[in-house]
Every structure is written in structure tokens, then in C-alpha cells.
């Protein structure tokens, strides 16, 4: 066993016995579409982009006035939404204290004011209640994360953006996937972000995608063509290739375009789509099943299989919380297992304290930060090895 006081929880070496924490999921029909492409006149943005936006926009989205914009990141993706959303210096947004540090550093590329909102003590969601006593007159968007494809409650959601005139703009990172009550995520906020970074449900080998979706034609038409500018040094890309030259620039854009080599991968992976979600839901609720009654730790990744299918779990990630979590990673770590964190509380980075108010405090967070663990779930396990980590659980740490 590892001495406690300076354990680590590293990356282990590949072997058979290895099961590891993430592992990219890359179908064998992926080979054929990146030497199509290869062999084409098109390996930086080009045909198969628009048509994996295409692809990706009939699985998320059944908004009449929708689009899908692929870009480089999710955290572009990201950037791109908090300009179309209007958020600007000074502007306050209430974001989670909980989640990936790409969710909120780009609000920090435009000097916005970021208001930390704790979790939920039930599922590491953003704390609904918390969130709307957060609201103030200068509150400019709300942003938020389904941690691990677990939904928050998407009609509150909705709910309280209409009545405070709030728009919101979803971080899916976690979420490929996730219904409410049938509908996709896309379905309740203007914007909406995913990411297809290599450990993702699909990836692109990394990439991310918004979905815009808007009251009328007009509006979606002026916001693609500002999305789509921006993604390409705000340059109108489609008058370039026209042969139109003479372009002027009005706005600062970014080199944020998803090249035709990843959306090769991700137009493999979109077939597998459901098998995908269906998959992951299997492991996800063994898991749920083979860890009741073990002493020291508790499941804590939400119902992924809800009786009233309120909602489809995206089944992104296994969270437990154990008592003494660093015994447990060490017991699987010896035992060729992989685990660990994998994200954290964003007010304890140096880059966000100027953020924080004198009486900033999170109980929630508090409570939990050195209890909960991520466990392996990727399309590369078998039920056996859920089997495995369970039993190796079991026997005790």
C-alpha cells in the first residue's frame, strides 16, 4: 500500500489487467471516413463539418429554429455562446463552483463578474435554490452543468429564466444524450454547448459544437452568421470561398473551426449514438446495484434508470463518496484500478479568488470535497470488470 501522506493517483501503464479510469471510444468504420478524407481535397474544415453539424443537430435538437456550429473545443464552444449571449465586462453570471475549469475560464476572457453557486448535497448539481437567491438586478446569464449526464431539473430551469429574463447557457460536456421528459437539453436554453474531447461520449479527437436555438428564422440566421464569422477571424467564409475577396471585418473573431479529420471520427461515432448511452446506462446501473450495502460508500450518481423516465441519464460519469477516499484509491490503484476526482471546486484556483466576496461559503462543497471519486465507466469495460471494482470495493479498504 502507498504511503497516505504523499499518495498520488496516477495514470497506470496499458496491460490487460488495467482497467482504466477513461479510454476514448473510436469505432472501426472511423478509419474509413479519416482516409476518405485524407484522400480529398478537404482536411481543414471543408464538407464533412457541415454535414456532422447536420448529423449531431438531428439527434439534439427539435427546436423548429435551431442550428449546430462545430468548433475546435467545447470551451470555444463555450467562449463563442457567452458573446452571442451579450456577456460582457463587468457582466455578472452565476456559473457552478462545481464543474471543469473550461465552464468558466472563458467568462474570464471577457472580464465578466463570475457569482459561485454550491452544490446540491444530492446529486453535485448547482443548487437550484441557491441559484435563484443569487439572482440580482445585474445578473446577465446563468450557466450550467448536468455533472456526469445527470440533468438538473430542466423545467425550473426554465421556469426561472423566464421569470427574472435570464438567458441560460448549458455546459453538455457531461450530457450527450440526456432527455427531459423526451426532449433534448437544447430544448430549454438558447444556447448550448457540447464537447467531443477525446474522453467524451463521441469524440472528435477534441471539438465541440453550440446549438443555437431562437424564437424566429431572423434571429437564428443573424446569430449563425455572427457564430460562424467569429469561428473563422470574423471573416464571412463562405463570400471568401466565393471568391469575394474584398470582405471587411467588424468584429474580433477566433481560429475556433472544427477540422474535417475530426468530424470524420465524430460521423463514425454518431451511428453509435444510442448503443452508446445504452451501454454506459448498463454499467452505470450495475454499478448502482453491486455497491448497496457496502459499508463507507454510497452511490452517488443519480437514478440511471428513473421508473417515470423523467428524463434519460447521460451516464458520463460513476461518482461515489467514501469514507477515507485515499485508502479506497490506493486499494484499487494496487489492485491495476484506476480512480480519482477528475474535477474540483473552482474557488480553490488562484485564477478565480478575485471572484470571491468576503462571506463566500459553500457548506455543500465543504461537506463533500474529500469524499467523492470517480470511478471507470467507458465504452471499452465490461460488465465484468464493474464486477471486478465492485468486489475489489467489497473486500474492503
Keep these: 500500500m502507498p504511503d497516505l501522506q504523499t499518495f498520488e493517483a496516477p495514470i497506470l501503464p496499458e496491460s490487460s489487467d488495467t482497467i482504466s479510469l477513461f479510454k476514448p471510444f473510436v469505432p472501426p468504420e472511423a478509419t474509413h471516413q479519416v482516409v476518405d478524407t485524407l484522400s480529398s481535397r478537404w482536411v481543414g474544415q471543408g464538407p464533412k463539418t457541415t454535414l456532422f453539424e447536420q448529423q449531431f443537430l438531428s439527434i439534439e435538437s427539435q427546436h423548429p429554429y435551431s442550428t449546430a456550429i462545430a468548433v475546435g473545443s467545447g470551451t470555444d464552444a463555450l467562449h463563442l455562446s457567452y458573446i452571442l449571449a451579450g456577456i460582457g465586462e463587468g457582466d455578472e453570471v452565476i456559473v457552478p463552483l462545481f464543474t471543469c475549469t473550461a465552464t468558466n475560464i472563458p467568462l474570464l476572457y471577457l472580464k465578466a463578474d463570475l457569482k459561485f453557486v454550491d452544490i446540491s448535497i444530492d446529486s453535485l448539481n448547482v443548487d437550484l435554490d441557491a441559484l435563484e437567491s443569487s439572482i440580482t438586478d445585474k445578473t446577465k446569464a446563468i450557466v450550467l452543468v448536468h455533472y456526469g449526464g445527470l440533468p438538473i431539473d430542466l423545467d425550473r ?29 437544447s430544448s430549454y436554453s438558447r444556447y448550448t454547448m457540447y464537447s467531443f474531447q477525446a474522453i467524451k461520449h463521441i469524440t472528435t479527437g477534441d471539438g465541440g459544437m453550440i446549438l443555437i436555438s431562437s424564437d424566429t428564422h431572423e434571429s437564428l440566421t443573424a446569430e449563425y452568421n455572427l457564430a460562424t464569422r467569429l469561428r473563422w477571424f470574423g471573416i464571412d467564409r463562405q463570400k471568401k470561398q466565393s471568391g469575394t475577396w474584398e470582405n471587411d471585418i467588424k468584429e474580433v473573431g477566433y481560429k475556433y473551426q472544427m477540422t474535417d479529420l475530426g468530424a470524420s471520427l465524430g460521423l463514425a461515432s454518431l451511428a453509435y449514438a444510442d448503443s452508446i448511452i445504452a451501454h454506459r446506462t448498463k454499467l452505470l446501473t450495475l454499478y448502482r446495484d453491486l455497491l448497496k450495502g457496502i459499508n463507507g460508500i454510497e452511490f452517488f450518481s443519480g437514478n ?36 480519482n476526482q477528475v474535477h474540483y471546486r473552482n474557488d480553490r484556483y488562484s485564477i478565480f479568488k478575485q471572484h470571491l466576496n468576503a462571506n463566500a461559503h459553500f457548506p455543500n462543497m465543504d461537506m463533500i470535497e474529500d469524499k467523492y471519486l470517480v470511478l471507470p465507466l467507458h465504452m471499452a469495460m465490461r460488465e465484468s470488470d464493474v464486477i471486478r471494482i465492485c468486489e475489489t470495493i467489497k473486500s474492503g479498504w
Design 157 to 185: 430551469i426554465a421556469s426561472i429564466s423566464s421569470k427574472y429574463g435570464i438567458p441560460v447557457i448549458q455546459d453538455g460536456a457531461h450530457s450527450f444524450g440526456l432527455r427531459w421528459k423526451g426532449l433534448p437539453m
Design 304 to 339: 440511471p434508470t428513473p421508473a417515470d423516465q423523467e428524463y434519460i441519464h447521460a451516464a458520463w460519469l460513476c461518482t461515489v463518496l467514501v469514507d477515507e477516499r485515499r485508502n479506497l484509491q490506493a486499494k484499487l490503484l494496487a489492485s491495476n484500478i484506476e480512480s
